[in-house]
């Protein structure tokens, strides 16, 4: 009995040693770059039907769509969008982007969200620009980056969501920020008719928090991943129109406790072809 009982002492002092000091947390989500739905394509309902069964395989614990996600601004795309991706069983949010609403020739984006709200659980707010939190660590938030008035291919961050993004980074100052708009800050390639206008005020509110780990876009339909040097990574993903229609899934691990800089945070990136 004395022996067991010195064997079950070492292996409670070995076991502590080799315990990990701090145990880290994880969150993952997908992300679906430019759908181009066109209400007429029955191709594209069969690969979103694909998508949605992909999507239950994998349990991310949520899904955003990064804009264009209708070929054209009408109210039948936009409906038909919508029943197409309604299957998925994950919390999943919309980004607006230059092609899914405008005045000029198209629905207004008020039109555009109202029918995503409708339906949509996750959405309930009848805004272009909003926030959620898929845990008590992480605050997502949501940048409408695009032209109220026609389409137009640059993007943009209006004063009014640079003051709002900033208020909210003060509110929540010890929680991880992900930032979802459709054209991305920092471009995979140099192609000015797809860029970014007017970043200045944008990049020096950003400069002010340093809990911001990932900023993620679509638009340029191509997959990339940049790491800036504070650290915070930039991430394009590719159109889901486009053959071999996939999308991502990012994985998030994270110390809540210990963190200090987008640095501190593991991400990783699995291309998904549904």
């Not at 999308?247 to 072809?273: A, G």
């Amino acid at each position: 009995m004395h022996k067991k009982f010195i064997l079950f002492i070492l292996f409670l002092v070995f076991g502590c040693c080799n315990a990990p000091l701090v145990e880290a947390d994880e969150i993952s989500f997908a992300q679906i770059g430019d759908v181009n739905y066109s209400y007429n394509d029955s191709y594209m309902d069969k690969y979103l039907f694909f998508l949605s069964s992909s999507i239950r395989k994998k349990m991310p614990d949520f899904v955003v769509f990064l804009g264009d996600n209708v070929q054209k601004s009408t109210e039948e795309d936009a409906i038909g969008f919508m029943r197409a991706i309604h299957s998925i069983n994950a919390p999943y949010y919309i980004v607006l982007g230059n092609t899914d609403a405008h005045r000029l020739s198209g629905i207004e984006k008020e039109v555009f969200i109202d029918i995503v709200t409708t339906f949509n659980r996750n959405q309930k707010e009848n805004r272009n620009y909003y926030y959620f939190k898929p845990n008590s660590d992480i605050v997502c938030a949501v940048l409408d980056v695009t032209s109220d008035f026609a389409p137009s291919k640059h993007g943009q961050v209006s004063d009014e969501q640079v003051e709002w993004l900033d208020n909210l980074l003060n509110k929540y100052p010890k929680k991880l920020f992900i930032i979802f708009h459709h054209s991305p800050l920092i471009p995979p390639r140099i192609e000015y008719q797809l860029s970014m206008l007017n970043t200045e005020k944008y990049e020096s509110m950003l400069k002010k928090h340093s809990n911001v780990i990932l900023i993620s876009s679509g638009h340029y339909r191509q997959n990339a991943i940049y790491q800036d040097e504070r650290g915070i990574r930039h991430i394009s993903a590719p159109a889901f129109k486009d053959a071999p229609h996939s999308y991502q899934i990012i994985n998030i691990i994270y110390d809540i406790k210990t963190y200090k800089s987008p640095k501190d945070v593991e991400i990783t990136i699995n291309n998904v072809k549904v």
